[in-house]
C-alpha cells in the first residue's frame, strides 16, 4: 500500500493583474515586462490530506472526494502511453473543496505522486503538476506541495508555464495557526473563477496597489518573519490580506465576504492583527504566538458565532513537502 500525504495551503493574495503587457520604467516609458498574479501563501497542517492506494482488479475510489480523486488518476493516466495496473484509492483525510484551503491542487498532485509511485515511473514535479492540469494560475499550491513552508511565487511573464519560485522559508514552530471555516457557500472555481480572473485583467488594478502590496511582502512579512517579529508580522500580513481582497470587492462583496468580515472584525477586537480572508473562502486564517492564546481565541469564537469544533480549528505551519511512501500491511 502507498500512503500520500499532504498539508493545506493558505493564500494571503495574489498581487498583480496588468492590464497591458508592460510596466513603465522612470521615464513612462511601457518597457518593463508585466507579471500576472504572483503570491503569498503558507502551508498548515490541518485539515491536510491523506491518500492510500493499492493495485485493484478496476478503478475505485471512496472516501471524501472520491469523484474528485478517481477524475485526477484517471486525467494522469491518459497522459501516459503506459498505463500501470488500476488502482482502489482511499481518502482517508480531505479538506473540502473550495473553501480557501487549495484542496484541488494538493488532491491532483498526491493523486499524481500516488500513481507514479505504483507504476515505478519517475517524474519531474513540473510534469506531476502539467498531468493533472493544476497551476494555470497561482504556483503556491504547487510549491507548498514540493516544499512546505511560507511561499513566494513571482507571478507569470506570457512565457511563464509555472510561475517560479522567490521565496521559500519555514515558519516559525511555536507560531500557531487559527482556522475558522464556517459553513457557508463555497468560493468561486471553475469557469466563474476565470471569468472574474479575466476581467480584472481586461481592466487591471492601479500599478500602486500592486506596488503596496510588494512592499508589504518584501519589507513587512518577510523579515518581521526573518526576526520573529509576530506583531508586525501580522499587521503587514492582514494589510496585505486587505488590499488583495479589495480588488476582488465587486464579485465577493467586499474586501472579506461579509461573514468573513464578521469574524475578522471581532479577532480584530481581541488585540490580534495577523488575521483575514484566505483566497474565496470562507476559510478564516490568524497567526497566534502559542497553543493557549490560540484555543482560548478558538473557543470564544464559537460561542459568539455558534460553531462547532470542526469549524474552529488550531493548527501549526507544514515546514515539509508532502510525503509519499510504501506500508507493508
Not at 472520491?66 to 486525467?75: E, G, M, P, S, V
Not at 492601479?206 to 511582502?217: A, D, G, I, Q, S
Amino acid at each position: 500500500m502507498i500512503v500520500v500525504q499532504s498539508a493545506s495551503r493558505l493564500h494571503f493574495g495574489l498581487l498583480s493583474f496588468p492590464s497591458g503587457s508592460h510596466w513603465p520604467n522612470h521615464r513612462g516609458e511601457e518597457s518593463i515586462p508585466a507579471r500576472r498574479f504572483g503570491g503569498v501563501g503558507l502551508m498548515v497542517q490541518s485539515p491536510g490530506i491523506s491518500l492510500q492506494f493499492r493495485d485493484a482488479k478496476e478503478w475505485s475510489a471512496n472516501g471524501p472526494l472520491a469523484d474528485r480523486a478517481l477524475a485526477f488518476a484517471h486525467r494522469f493516466a491518459d497522459t501516459l502511453e503506459r498505463k500501470g495496473s488500476p488502482q482502489e484509492i482511499t481518502i482517508k483525510q480531505c479538506a473540502p473543496e473550495h473553501i480557501g484551503l487549495g484542496t484541488g491542487t494538493q488532491l491532483g498532485l498526491a493523486v499524481a505522486r500516488g500513481l507514479s509511485m505504483a507504476w515505478d515511473r519517475h517524474f519531474q514535479p513540473q510534469e506531476l503538476c502539467h498531468r493533472v492540469d493544476r497551476g494555470a494560475r497561482s504556483a503556491l499550491g504547487f510549491y507548498g506541495f514540493l516544499h512546505g513552508g511560507i511561499l513566494v511565487e513571482a507571478g507569470k511573464s506570457s512565457h511563464s508555464e509555472i510561475a517560479p519560485l522567490l521565496v521559500r522559508e519555514p515558519f516559525p514552530g511555536e507560531w500557531r495557526v487559527l482556522l475558522v471555516i464556517p459553513a457557508e457557500p463555497a468560493g468561486l472555481s471553475g469557469m466563474k473563477e476565470a471569468q472574474a480572473i479575466e476581467e480584472l485583467l481586461a481592466h487591471g488594478i492601479p500599478l500602486n496597489h500592486t506596488e503596496t502590496m510588494c512592499r508589504l511582502v518584501l519589507l513587512g512579512i518577510l523579515p518581521a518573519l526573518k526576526e520573529n517579529d509576530l506583531k508586525s508580522f501580522g499587521e503587514s500580513l492582514s494589510d496585505l490580506n486587505y488590499l488583495a481582497g479589495q480588488v476582488f470587492a465587486k464579485i465577493q462583496g467586499g474586501a472579506y465576504r461579509p461573514r468573513v468580515a464578521q469574524i475578522i472584525q471581532f479577532i480584530q477586537r481581541q488585540g490580534i492583527s495577523g488575521v483575514g480572508q484566505s483566497s474565496w473562502g470562507p476559510a478564516v486564517f490568524t497567526v497566534i504566538e502559542d497553543t493557549p492564546r490560540a484555543r482560548d481565541l478558538s473557543e470564544k469564537i464559537r460561542k459568539t458565532f455558534n460553531l462547532n469544533e470542526k469549524e474552529v480549528l488550531v493548527t501549526s505551519a507544514c515546514n515539509h513537502g508532502a510525503t509519499a511512501n510504501v506500508i507493508a500491511e
